[in-house]
């Protein structure tokens, strides 16, 4: 606020950073000069499923999503933001695909499933695509069932109990 910069540019730009920072994050050895505790934040060479490179770029995208629905009131019960999202969504998945090609062109091989900015926009894609399904249904519901509510109050509390019995 102080800045003056719109919010929409500080994710959209903390979104580009962590998915092109991410290889070259993935590529330094973390843990060769940082406590393992520490290191797993960065990278995933110590075992951690979720370092900072590159799902924060997530985190942003989702900001960029509901700084969106903050100034759009409504814009999540009209079918035109669907299309936008399954639109979006597909042009992402689109990206990602051009851009493994382009990655073999040049490198003669393509890392999509490990550390390339493509797997990122990939799954970026199939999360706008999942979630334009969610809101094109609950623009034709008339009213949404008591228990997706109950469960959507509950979706932190949800997650982490997941991340304990899948990860421990």
């Not at 092109?20 to 060769?32: A, D, F, R, T, V």
């Not at 851009?99 to 062109?105: K, M, N, S, Y």
Request: proline residues 5%.
């Amino acid at each position: 606020e102080k800045i003056k910069i719109k919010p929409t540019y500080l994710f959209v730009t903390f979104c580009l950073l962590f998915i092109y920072l991410n290889p070259i994050m993935q590529s330094i050895g973390w843990k060769e000069f940082l406590p393992v505790q520490i290191a797993g934040y960065f990278y995933n060479g110590t075992g951690s499923n979720f370092p900072l490179f590159p799902w924060c770029s997530y985190l942003f995208f989702g900001g960029i999503l509901g700084f969106y629905l903050s100034k759009q009131k409504g814009a999540h019960k009209k079918p035109k933001f669907g299309i936008m999202l399954f639109a979006l969504g597909v042009l992402l998945i689109i990206s990602a695909l051009i851009g493994e090609r382009v990655e073999i062109l040049i490198n003669g091989s393509s890392d999509f499933w490990g550390n390339s900015p493509n797997l990122i926009l990939y799954r970026l894609g199939i999360v706008l695509i999942l979630n334009s399904v969610v809101c094109l249904l609950a623009a034709k519901a008339k009213k949404i069932p008591n228990l997706i509510i109950l469960i959507g109050r509950h979706t932190l509390s949800i997650y982490f109990i997941h991340l304990i019995i899948l990860y421990g």
